[in-house]
């Protein structure tokens, strides 16, 4: 097979199209998520809840986050394993719950759940029945009988209960029904999940590499193990290379050939375009940390900075805070990677106008814009 030869500036475009950040925007939200293949659920929301800004990036201000919040009441998206897929994929995953924690090359976490599970076995089955007699139920309403404790360096150390539900979701036995506040309520999976037949493993695995590239467009084929959404693709598309770029690549040949216009986009830290920061920096020569867990003084960028697509490039961040109480959206700066054009500083400033409209806020721009 003929291995693709790419520029950076290709390479580029292939990720910015795929990820429905060009010109062309998607119709509507379920094209969004479809294209994308899922939206990451993160609880910060310095500026709007993940999922939405994400959203928003890709449909601007037409879109409203009661969509979402409608799409998950009505099973056409479906939360699972804190991201939102449409809800027919599910039939990809029912056939390696079933048959979990099997699936995969052993690794310590993977023989640490396996063994956690078993021997909190007793709770898991009082779970199941508490919920089978009561559900919906938040973790809150559900008691902690784990023989076990789980242990960990992070913020989950100790949270039975929270834990335990997790994996019995990777397990297929039970599922995120909806939500309370930021507070997710628990049932079984039976009475959350539409009745599709499972998709064989193999066959399963297959489909969901596919369905990862084309919303990458380009990706490495093989790259460190991931809990809950790798970042590679096994063998799905053709190979490439990049100039420039150490390794071989792969990339999604409908991708190829297609013209580009792009356009101006603020992006959530957390979107799929920049999540995978290797890549981001192997591609878009773009350096970006999440700063939100260092002291302030540590900062470079701020504390949620939103990083800034032109084009084809990712040309500077948005330091931005939504101050709900006071009814503004706050930028306190605008850091440029490369100098900002004239025109490069109208889009950014209409993008940030955009975004204090859909979020109903009045814009307080500390810092103009440079003309």
Not at 52 to 66: N, Q, T
Not at 104 to 115: D, V
Not at 135 to 140: E, I
Request: net charge negative.
């Amino acid at each position: 097979m003929t291995v693709h030869q790419l520029s950076r500036t290709d390479a580029r475009r292939i990720a910015v199209r795929a990820q429905l950040l060009d010109a062309e925007r998607p119709d509507g939200l379920h094209d969004v998520v479809r294209g994308l293949s899922l939206l990451q659920i993160d609880p910060t929301a310095a500026v709007a809840p993940n999922a939405d800004l994400v959203a928003w990036s890709r449909l601007g201000s037409s879109y409203a986050p009661a969509e979402l919040t409608a799409a998950l009441e009505r099973r056409s998206l479906l939360e699972l394993q804190a991201m939102i897929r449409p809800g027919e994929d599910l039939a990809l995953y029912r056939a390696e719950m079933a048959e979990w924690p099997e699936r995969g090359t052993p690794s310590s976490w993977r023989e640490y759940h396996r063994g956690w599970v078993a021997a909190n076995d007793a709770c898991r089955r009082d779970l199941l029945a508490r919920l089978g007699a009561a559900g919906p139920l938040p973790s809150r309403a559900l008691p902690d009988s784990c023989a076990e404790p789980w242990r960990s360096s992070g913020w989950s150390n100790n949270r039975n209960v929270t834990k335990l539900l997790e994996l019995m979701v990777q397990r297929g036995e039970v599922a995120v029904a909806g939500r309370a506040g930021g507070d997710r309520l628990w049932d079984l999976a039976d009475r959350v999940y539409p009745d599709v037949p499972p998709v064989p493993v193999e066959e399963a695995l297959r489909v969901r590499d596919e369905r990862r590239l084309r919303a990458l467009g380009i990706a490495r084929a093989r790259g460190p193990e991931c809990q809950v959404e790798p970042a590679d693709v096994g063998e799905a598309g053709e190979p490439a290379v990049v100039e420039g770029v150490w390794g071989g690549w792969r990339v999604d040949p409908a991708q190829l050939g297609r013209t580009f216009e792009g356009r101006t986009a603020l992006l959530s830290p957390f979107d799929r375009l920049v999540h995978d920061r290797k890549r981001t920096t192997e591609l878009f020569e773009y350096a970006y940390q999440l700063e939100m867990y260092k002291p302030a003084a540590k900062r470079r960028w701020g504390y949620f900075a939103l990083p800034i697509l032109h084009g084809d490039r990712l040309v500077g961040k948005l330091d931005a805070t939504a101050d709900r109480a006071a009814g503004r959206l706050r930028v306190a700066a605008v850091h440029q990677d490369e100098p900002f054009t004239p025109a490069m500083s109208a889009a950014i400033g209409r993008e940030i106008e955009d975004l204090a409209s859909w979020l109903d806020l009045d814009l307080d721009l500390e810092q103009a814009l440079p003309k």
